[in-house]
């Protein structure tokens, strides 16, 4: 139980991280005026912001609306 908790923590970090990540290149690619590039990172994106809410559990959806406020 408390190695799956972990895996699902761990799997939903690694997510917010990717997640900053291309969030930090799509603020270069914009600033640098590649349309194209903004625009498969706004994809990108998106595809992980949905697997995030895919994999999310109450417990931690709870915790991340916390930080979102």
């Keep these: 139980m408390i ?3 972990y895996d699902s923590i761990h ?4 997510l917010l991280r990717q997640i ?16 194209y590039t ?8 998106l595809k992980l912001q949905q697997k995030l809410s895919e994999s999310r559990d109450p417990e931690i959806h709870a915790l991340m609306s916390l930080l979102d406020d």
């Design 11 to 14: 799997h939903v970090d690694e």
């Design 38 to 45: 903004a625009q498969a990172l706004e994809k990108q994106i």
């Design 20 to 35: 900053r990540i291309k969030e930090s290149q799509l603020k270069i690619a914009q600033e640098s005026n590649m349309v």
């Design 3 to 5: 190695s799956l908790d």
